[in-house]
């Protein structure tokens, strides 16, 4: 594990060990105050023997943008991609090859200073951590549309990845899964009419061959997968709406037909295909679309990711 800590106004001592427990003071301000944001990568090897990352530095921008809303120092980026790349060449033989097997990546910083005042930290870690991944999703998701609970609101944190926002999100999931769904699709805070994401993803609707996202904003997370699905959307001309989308224009869709494709966006799980969702106890249900937009995308990406094709927007990193 890699560890560095800030201290008198300066991150120093970087330091790769074996993987093990930490002491902490009880008194730490993570445990009271919820200062804590992470982010989520993957590195990946080819048949060749050679680790690639995706976007990397998206990850390393993000990490520093949720520190600052959080109140949290920013990282330097020298240590961080020093710091990864020496891990990942002593690991590497825990990257195996082949689609669909990876190595999850787990940088995060949390407040250590002791003391229970309200008030931010002057003490902080960061930490990055290893875990052997295959895949998140075995299948469809079947989800259900929050009437009550959000993922976020207008001014708060939902921008960031924050610890607490997932916090936040397992009472209203663990509803959903006692009646039989994986996720919520989160509507918006205010009236609860606006579709925003799904779980812990972004979510895209396909109506017809126009493909919707919600806009990005301080409420939704500005997912990586979701810029790279709507780059190579862009590139092969098909029709992209980032907009508001509503409860009501689903179900209509849905009842018309034009509804094709539902699916969600992130790292770990890279694209899933949503099969139902449910809204008000109605339960609608989606055509299965083995050559639709979904299968696509996740087929560029992962190849791209795997080093199986051209990567022609720069995304791959090799790892030296």
């Given amino acids: 594990m890699f560890e ?9 001592n970087p330091t790769i060990k074996p993987f093990g427990p930490l002491s902490i003071s009880p008194a730490a301000k993570v445990f009271h105050y919820g200062q804590a944001v992470f982010e989520g990568m993957k590195a990946y090897k080819d048949d060749n023997g050679k ?36 891990m990942l060449q002593l690991d590497n033989n825990w990257i195996k090859p082949g689609l669909g097997n990876s190595l999850y990546i787990r940088p995060f910083v949390i407040a250590t200073q002791s003391g229970v005042s309200a008030s931010p930290s002057e003490e902080y870690k960061f930490m990055i951590l290893f875990s052997p991944a295959q ?20 001014g ?16 209203p999931t663990n509803l959903a899964k ?40 301080d409420r939704i997370l500005d997912g990586i997968t979701r810029r790279s699905v709507i780059a190579l959307a862009k590139r092969d001309k098909i029709s992209v709406e980032e907009r508001r989308i509503s409860i009501s224009e689903i179900i209509e869709a849905s009842n018309n037909g034009t509804l094709k494709e539902v699916f969600g966006s992130v790292t770990a799980a890279v694209i899933s295909p949503v ?10 249900h989606l055509p ?23 990567d022609e927007f720069g995304w791959r990193y090799l790892v030296e």
């Fill in 156 to 171: 708060g944190v939902g921008a960031a990845k924050a610890a607490g926002n997932y916090a936040a999100q397992f009472y």
């Fill in 275 to 284: 099969s139902d969702y449910s809204y008000k106890g109605d339960v609608y």
């Fill in 51 to 86: 680790i690639w990352l995706f976007r990397p530095e998206d990850n390393f921008n993000r990490i520093n943008k949720s520190s600052l809303r959080l109140a949290i120092p920013e990282f330097p980026k020298d240590f961080f991609f020093e710091g990864l790349e020496t």
């Fill in 288 to 310: 299965k679309c083995p050559e639709g937009f979904a299968a696509r995308f996740k087929k560029e990406l992962t190849e791209i990711q795997y080093n199986l094709t051209e």
């Fill in 4 to 12: 560095c800590d800030y201290k008198d106004g300066t991150w120093s």
């Fill in 135 to 154: 895949a998140y999703y075995t299948g469809d998701v079947k989800v259900v549309i929050a009437e009550h609970y959000s993922r976020s609101a207008d």
């Fill in 178 to 217: 006692e009646k039989g769904f994986h996720q919520v699709i989160w509507t918006d805070s205010n009236e609860h009419n606006y579709l925003e994401e799904a779980g812990t993803m972004n979510v895209f609707f396909r109506i017809n061959d126009t493909l919707i996202t919600a806009p990005i904003s």
